[in-house]
């Protein structure tokens, strides 16, 4: 079946930025949204950000400001820009696509921001 495969993660200063993207290796059908989910160890996998099928845009609180998230034209590939990187925001960024009767998960990234 379909797999995601995750970029762009790494390691910068506070206030840098990132994009990560996710891409699948495979066709996946009847997308209803695509997102972004960050853990960290120990701790439980938090949202992040998501994006409908018809593009709408949803942001958690503590980043609403800093993050974007975005889409390719072909709707296989989700972004999310990340600027202003605080080392709260430390941690491994999972995306996931959500279609009507799957749920896929990207194997994680790490992003580490630190002074």
Same mark, same amino acid.
């Given at each position: 079946q379909a797999q995601l495969v995750e970029s762009g993660g790494g390691l910068v200063q506070p206030g840098e930025s990132l994009r990560l993207s996710c891409a699948a290796s495979g066709t996946i059908d009847d =997308? /209803?949204?695509? *997102?972004? &989910? /960050? +853990?960290?160890? *120990?701790? $439980?996998?938090i949202w992040v950000a998501s994006i409908s099928n018809e593009g709408i845009t949803r942001y958690e609180d503590s980043v609403q400001t800093r993050f974007t998230i975005a889409r390719d034209n072909a709707g296989n590939t989700v972004f999310l820009q990340m600027n202003s990187l605080k080392p709260e925001d430390t941690a491994v960024y999972y995306c996931n696509v @959500?279609? $009507? !009767? +799957? =749920? &896929?998960? *990207? +194997? *994680?990234?790490?992003?580490? @921001? !630190? !002074?």
């Open positions: =997308i /209803r949204t695509m *997102g972004w &989910y /960050r +853990q960290t160890p *120990g701790k $439980q996998r @959500v279609t $009507q !009767s +799957q =749920i &896929y998960w *990207g +194997q *994680g990234t790490q992003v580490t @921001v !630190s !002074s």
